[in-house]
């Protein structure tokens, strides 16, 4: 037992490649595994299209205490207590949601409470069961017969039309007449 060592090595991997059949089946392995690879692909990373359309889920019995930032949609049902900042994407407050946190995203729809202060790039939409106690800043606003909004409303212009006029920005600080002979200083 102790001194027979061969016995107990496989041995179906040295006579299976001199086999002529065991050749013709790792053939056939090898062409399966040379369709897997471009099926998984897919399958782990998603075309571009889908990838956009990805909405990340906190779930209702999920509590969040802190910050949650990140470069996908993000569609919340539970708590959370912080901040909440999403790149240019959309945020969504589900009904059940409960926010006590400053939003930061690109488009900003509320079906829950939040409160706290929302910049919405894009737009933000209070629809009618929705509530927002706290200050909205955004470009486009929404809000729907029979949502609750307290607090006030600031509305930028979105960056595009502010780069056809060769005007002044509201938020630049510089004096509103400049001194004689001075030029513009960038800052």
Same mark, same amino acid.
């Given at each position: 037992?102790?001194?027979?060592?061969?016995?107990?090595?496989?041995?179906?991997?040295?006579?299976?490649?001199?086999?002529?059949? %065991?050749?013709?089946?790792?053939?056939?392995?090898?062409?399966?595994?040379?369709?897997?690879?471009?099926?998984?692909?897919?399958?782990?990373?998603?075309?571009?299209?889908?990838?956009?359309?990805?909405?990340?889920?906190?779930?209702?019995?999920?509590?969040? =205490?802190?910050?949650?930032?990140?470069?996908?949609? *993000?569609?919340?049902?539970?708590?959370?207590?912080? *901040?909440?900042?999403?790149?240019?994407? =959309?945020?969504?407050?589900?009904?059940?949601? =409960?926010?006590?946190?400053?939003?930061?995203?690109?488009?900003?729809?509320?079906?829950?409470?939040?409160? #706290?202060?929302?910049?919405? %790039? #894009?737009?933000?939409?209070?629809?009618?069961?929705?509530?927002?106690? #706290?200050?909205?800043?955004?470009?486009?606003?929404?809000?729907?017969?029979?949502?609750?909004?307290?607090?006030?409303?600031?509305?930028?212009?979105?960056?595009? =039309?502010?780069?056809?006029?060769?005007?002044?920005?509201? %938020?630049?600080?510089?004096?509103? %007449?400049?001194?004689?002979?001075?030029?513009?200083?960038?800052?």
């Amino acid at each position: 037992m102790w001194g027979d060592k061969k016995s107990h090595t496989p041995q179906a991997v040295d006579p299976g490649l001199k086999n002529v059949k %065991t050749n013709q089946s790792l053939k056939a392995t090898l062409a399966f595994w040379e369709r897997t690879p471009k099926m998984n692909n897919d399958a782990i990373r998603p075309t571009e299209a889908t990838a956009d359309r990805a909405t990340a889920r906190l779930g209702p019995s999920l509590h969040v =205490k802190g910050e949650i930032s990140g470069n996908e949609d *993000l569609y919340i049902e539970g708590t959370v207590e912080g *901040l909440v900042h999403l790149d240019e994407r =959309k945020l969504t407050v589900g009904v059940t949601a =409960k926010l006590t946190a400053d939003v930061l995203a690109g488009e900003v729809i509320v079906y829950g409470s939040v409160k #706290g202060n929302v910049r919405g %790039t #894009g737009k933000i939409e209070i629809k009618k069961d929705g509530s927002v106690n #706290g200050d909205l800043t955004t470009a486009q606003i929404i809000i729907e017969d029979g949502a609750y909004f307290k607090g006030s409303i600031e509305i930028e212009k979105s960056a595009q =039309k502010e780069g056809d006029k060769d005007g002044f920005s509201p %938020t630049a600080s510089a004096p509103a %007449t400049p001194a004689a002979g001075s030029e513009p200083k960038s800052i």
